[in-house]
């Protein structure tokens, strides 16, 4: 099993729709979770953290997190072509150097 | 504005030559880097955790002597891939990361062996 799961996708929504974008892991003690973007070519860009169970919003993104399911979620309201990417779920290791574990990434495309 | 600065951003290279990739954090004082590798159409995989003036931590199945890892100063990390190949090819990413803070990436280095 690997440690953080995402589906590759890609993931295709219409412009102006809800994308929700999903996370499993597997480490219990694990504290933080981050959603970041990568665009082609580039070097992830972080998007959202989230420490406790609930959501956080920041402009058009929520994060979700239920650490009993072990379940992040990303939810881009209002989506839009320059949305389109790979969303990488990471999620602190249970060490003390905080190291971060990525999923594989979903590809996000966001049709005009 | 940027938090980390990565240089070069990209090196081709014959085989055999040795890269040295630098790391440089400009708003913090940071004790702790990482460095990561990414294959195509694959994600960040970790390679080590560098420690101002320790020696480096790797992870399992990354070659020390291979990937050399110089953090001498608080703001500086240094990468040296050496004797390298072509399946040594990749896109090479640092982070910076601060007290409680998520850990900021610098913009890659892609580096190609020919």
């Known amino acids: 099993q690997k440690e953080v799961e995402q589906n590759s996708g890609p993931l295709s929504v219409p412009e102006g729709a809800i994308a929700s974008l999903n996370c499993t892991y597997s480490?219990?003690?694990?504290?933080?979770f981050f959603w970041y973007r990568q665009y082609s070519g580039k070097s992830p860009e972080l998007i959202m953290s989230?420490?406790?169970?609930g959501d956080k919003e920041d402009g058009r993104f929520t994060a979700q997190l239920n650490k009993a399911s072990q379940y992040v979620s990303l939810l881009i309201r209002d989506s839009q072509p320059s949305d389109s990417a790979t969303y990488l779920c990471?999620?602190?290791?249970?060490?003390?150097?905080?190291?971060?574990?990525f999923g594989t990434g979903t590809r996000l495309l966001v049709s005009p | 504005g940027a938090v980390v600065s990565q240089h070069p951003s990209r090196v081709i290279c014959k085989s055999g030559t040795s890269v040295k990739i630098e790391c440089r954090s400009l708003?913090?004082?940071?004790?702790?880097m990482f460095w990561y590798r990414q294959f195509p159409k694959q994600s960040l995989m970790l390679m080590a955790t560098?420690?101002?003036?320790?020696?480096?931590?790797?992870e399992q199945g990354v070659e020390k002597d291979k990937f050399l890892i110089n953090h001498a100063s608080l703001t500086l990390s240094t990468l040296t891939v050496t004797s390298a190949h072509p399946e040594d090819s990749s896109f090479y990413i640092c982070?910076?990361?601060?007290?409680?803070?998520?850990?900021?990436f610098g913009d890659g280095t892609r580096l190609s062996i020919l």
């Open positions: 560098s420690n101002e003036g320790s020696k480096a931590t790797y």
């Open positions: 982070s910076v990361r601060t007290t409680n803070q998520p850990q900021h």
């Open positions: 480490d219990r003690g694990s504290q933080s």
């Open positions: 708003d913090f004082q940071a004790t702790t």
């Open positions: 989230i420490y406790s169970n």
């Open positions: 990471a999620v602190t290791a249970n060490t003390g150097f905080q190291k971060l574990v």
